[in-house]
């Protein structure tokens, strides 16, 4: 059972920074794809970054590059997510995800997802 387990959100100012925390559990992770994705309120959930679990091969929504950075500790079985810059539209709830397949942004590609962590950055 693929247990995935987020932390780190909290209220932030804008041009702040702040890090995720994804702790996944339950069975090798090798060849997954690993993503991190958020809902606004009111709002559907939208992409925002993925991470190949074995090669660390990244790929970013446009609002967050250069902002954000995907990562993941393979030892730790770990993904992070930095955020740095941040600003008032990037509040919202962030979920992690994970994908048994090679995978991009599409949501219905991701077959575990953790419970999410709030982050509410005030301007």
């Known amino acids: 059972q693929v247990q995935l387990t987020e932390s780190g959100g909290g209220l932030v100012q804008a041009g702040d920074s702040l890090t995720l925390s994804c702790a996944a559990s339950g069975r090798p992770f090798s060849g997954y794809t690993m993503g991190w994705f958020r809902r606004a309120p009111g709002q559907d959930h939208e992409f925002v970054a993925r991470v190949t679990w074995s090669a660390g091969i990244t790929y970013y929504e446009d609002s967050v590059k250069g902002r954000f950075t995907i990562s993941r500790d393979n030892a730790k079985n770990m993904v992070y997510l930095q955020m740095n810059s941040l600003k008032p539209e990037d509040t919202a709830v962030y979920f992690c995800?994970?994908?048994?397949?090679?995978?991009?942004?599409?949501?219905?590609?991701?077959?575990?997802w953790g419970q999410g962590t709030q982050v509410t950055v005030s301007s």
């Open positions: 995800a994970a994908a048994s397949k090679l995978t991009w942004g599409t949501i219905g590609s991701y077959d575990y």
